[in-house]
């Protein structure tokens, strides 16, 4: 299905039975609710749908894949090319024994529900991560010590050419909150390992979990989680608080009073303001502590000055 619009890029691809659509807003498809259009977003109908519209993508056309927008920045300029977002034909989780499997557009905390519901413990960690399956793959996303790497066993991917193709969690390359696999795959699904439990210490570890996350982070604001990746043997926001950020404001944007490796968006913030006031944090963490912290919100498409 096709939307009305008059895109020049629009002609040029394939005919698919999701949805295109062209100029799309992102901004509501992420927490931060900053950022421009996407010049046609692609919502495919299932995994069928996305690997032939692939095979078919003329060559020298960016694609961008979006989650749940739960750490990225689209920028202002909006983000050219193709941007894929998977929907319901993606979502879902089978239990089989002690493996999960589930599709990459299911959201995180539905995976942790998953297990609990199977009594199986070692996944509880994803009711933290407010993304979905496939965004904390390409992250590494973790919290209360357990992380992608720990529970993976392979991912399902598709490359920009519409090949299928198995990750085994090896050759997924995962780092702290990084996976090396190729920046073109898109994960389609993957296969979780877990262990059987105790249904009612499952149960407590997930509320022990959102509880401490109400109290540490600001979950109800427009934010991105963490801003930096935490450099080696030190925390970001200890740097960013020694610095003298807390609380930081540029514009619409703010380094968060509550947890300062957060940044947010009062209500009417640019993605250049929340941008330059990552920048600014970084400089003035650079002078004060000599330590170059490294961007973990990955920042999408283009300013609008490009
Ligand atoms: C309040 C709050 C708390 C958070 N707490 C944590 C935390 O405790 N631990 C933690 O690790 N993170 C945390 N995060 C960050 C974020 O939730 C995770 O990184 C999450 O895994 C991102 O998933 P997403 O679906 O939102 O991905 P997006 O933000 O949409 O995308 C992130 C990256 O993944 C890529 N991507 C998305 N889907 C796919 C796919 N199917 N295939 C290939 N690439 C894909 C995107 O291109 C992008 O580069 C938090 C964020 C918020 C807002």
């Keep these: 299905m096709t939307a009305a619009t008059s895109s020049p890029l629009l002609s040029r691809l394939p005919a698919v039975r999701g949805l295109l659509e062209s100029d799309a807003p992102l901004r509501n498809s992420t927490w931060f ?19 032939s519209f692939l095979k078919r993508l003329p060559a020298g056309v960016p694609l961008t894949v979006l989650g749940l927008g739960s750490n990225v920045i689209i920028r202002d300029g909006g983000v050219d090319g193709v ?11 089978e239990v089989d024994g002690t493996i999960v499997t589930a ?22 960690f994803l009711c933290g991560i407010p993304g979905s399956l496939g965004g904390g793959l390409r992250m590494n996303a973790g919290a ?18 519409g090949n299928i193709r ?11 909150r990084h996976s090396g696999a190729p920046e073109d795959l898109i994960f389609l699904s993957a296969r979780l390992k877990a262990a059987p439990g105790d249904t009612n210490a499952i149960a407590a570890r997930m509320a022990e979990i959102q509880k401490s996350r109400e109290e540490s982070q600001p979950i109800r604001t427009h934010t991105g ?9 030190e925390k970001a926001w200890q740097l960013i608080d020694t610095a003298g950020c807390r609380g930081m404001k540029l514009g619409g944007a703010q380094v968060s009073a509550q947890h300062c490796n957060f940044l947010i968006n009062t209500g009417n913030a640019t993605a250049e303001e929340l941008e330059n006031l990552g920048e600014a944090v970084r400089a003035r963490v650079a002078e004060k502590t000599g330590v170059d912290l490294r961007w973990e919100i990955r920042r999408l498409g283009k300013k609008c000055s490009q």
């Design 103 to 124: 599709g990459a557009a299911t959201v995180d905390f539905q995976v942790a529900r998953a297990a609990l519901m199977h009594g199986l413990t070692g996944l509880e």
């Design 225 to 233: 989680g963490s801003t930096f990746a935490n450099p080696n043997g």
């Design 33 to 51: 609710r900053v950022g421009g259009t996407a010049e046609v977003l692609f919502q495919p109908a299932d995994e069928e749908d996305l690997a």
């Design 144 to 161: 209360y010590g357990r992380e992608f790497k720990d529970v993976v066993i392979d991912v399902r991917t598709v490359d920009r050419h």
């Design 166 to 176: 198995t990750l085994s969690c090896a050759d997924m390359g995962f780092s702290y």
């Design 83 to 93: 941007v894929v977002r998977l929907g319901s034909g993606f979502r879902g989780v």
